[in-house]
C-alpha cells in the first residue's frame, strides 16, 4: 500500500517546509538506466499501446515521465490519485476505494489491483505484479525482474503461471528481451496475417509453403511498465527519508 505511506510521507514533509517544488526536483533525479527511455522509444516505434498501472501516484509519475520525455509515449496511467492543495501539501488518494468498492482480490495491495484482461507484455517487480501474471494467459509474456519479489513469487508458484516467463535482471538485459519479444510477436502475426491472406484468394490446391513475411508494427501489443524500483532521498537538516516512490521501469 504505497499510496498510502507516501500520502502520510508528503504530510510530514510538508509539516516540517518541504515544497512541492522541493520534491519535484528529487523526483527528476530520480536515477533511470540509460538503456530503459530508449527502449520504451523502441516499443513505441513497434506501434505497442504502452501503460502504467502502479502503485505509485500520479504526480509522482507524470513529473518523471515528463522529465525523461517520454510522457507522450503512453496512453494510460493507472495509479493513485494525486494533487496539490490549497496549503501547497500533495495529497494522495486511493486507486480503488476499498471502503466502498473492494475489487475483491486477496493477492494485491486493498487500493489497487493490478489485473489485466487482454494480451500483452507484462513487466513487474514488486508482489503486487504476481497477481497479473496469474491472470496472464499462454499467448502472453510476463518479464519479472529477478531475484525481486515478482520473480521469487513466479519462481515459488510456477505451475500456476500460464504466460511464458523471461526474466531480467538490469536495464539493459530488460531492453534486450523486450525488443527480442516484439520482433517474435511481429514475425509470428505478421506469418498469420500473410496466411489468412492466402487462404482468402488462393484455391487450396495453390498453397506452398508460407514466406517468411517482414514485421508489421505490433499495434496488437500492449505493454504494461510498471514496478521498477528507485529510491527517493529526502533530506532535511540530519533528517534522511527513503522511499520507494515509483512504478516506473524500472
Known sequence: MAGIVVDRMMKELHAQGQTIEDIEEVLKGVPIHPKIVPAIKSAYALGCDLRVVSDANVFFIEIILEHLGIRDYFSEINTNRGYVDDEGRLQIL??????????????????????EKKRLIYLGDGSG??????????????????????????????????????????????????????????????????????????????????????????????????????????????????????????
Open 129 to 250: 505484479d504476481f497477481c497479473p501474471s496469474l491472470k496472464l494467459g499462454e499467448g502472453d509474456f510476463v518479464m519479472p525482474r529477478k531475484y525481486f519479489p515478482a520473480w521469487n513469487l513466479i519462481n515459488e508458484n510456477w505451475t500456476f503461471v500460464k504466460a511464458s516467463v523471461h526474466e531480467w535482471t538490469d536495464g539493459e538485459e530488460l531492453e534486450h528481451v523486450l525488443l527480442q519479444l516484439i520482433n517474435t510477436i511481429n514475425i509470428v502475426e505478421s506469418q498469420m496475417l500473410s496466411a489468412e491472406c492466402k487462404f482468402q484468394t488462393m484455391p487450396i490446391a495453390a498453397h506452398g509453403a508460407l514466406p517468411w513475411a517482414l514485421p508489421q508494427p505490433a499495434r496488437s501489443i500492449s505493454i504494461r511498465i510498471f514496478s521498477a524500483i528507485c529510491q527517493m532521498d529526502l533530506i532535511e537538516g540530519n533528517q534522511k527519508f527513503k522511499k520507494v516512490i515509483l512504478g516506473i521501469i524500472s
Open 94 to 115: 486511493h486507486y480503488v476505494d476499498f471502503h466502498t468498492s473492494p475489487h475483491g482480490c486477496n493477492l494485491c495491495p486493498p487500493n489497487t489491483c493490478k489485473e
